[in-house]
Nanobody, 114 residues
Framework: QVHLVESGGGLVQAGGSLRLSCAAS????????MAWYRQAPGKQRELVAF???????HYADSVKGRFTISRDNARNTVDLQMNGLKPDDTAVYYCCALTRPPYWGQGTQVTVSS
């Protein structure tokens, strides 16, 4: 069982930055690929980025060069640093443990004003 809690969302102007953090409970964190997804109103949930246990990362094209995912296996946390935010980044952001089945956090709202 994995319990995920996100924090760090909020309202920011275009061009600004936010840092999301996800704290995980459970003993499988260090062996699990972790990801951030987002879901904008009226749209499907989409992958933003993931990070494997060894630290390799993957990003959606829409955020490449602006967002950075990182993890701390000692603290069981995974963060998403978001720079150069755009109004199109407005969404609820979800932390996800890519297990079978996956575990999801409750989500945190990110709103970018133009």
């Amino acid at each position: 069982q994995v319990h995920l809690v996100e924090s760090g969302g909020g309202l920011v102007q275009a061009g600004g930055s936010l840092r999301l953090s996800c704290a995980a409970s459970g003993d499988i964190f260090s062996t699990t690929t972790m990801a951030w997804y987002r879901q904008a109103p009226g749209k499907q949930r989409e992958l933003v980025a993931f990070i494997i246990t060894g630290g390799n990362t993957h990003y959606a094209d829409s955020v490449k060069g602006r967002f950075t995912i990182s993890r701390d296996n000692a603290r069981n946390t995974v963060d998403l640093q978001m720079n150069g935010l755009k109004p199109d980044d407005t969404a609820v952001y979800y932390c996800c443990a890519l297990t079978r089945p996956p575990y999801w956090g409750q989500g945190t709202q990110v709103t970018v004003s133009s």
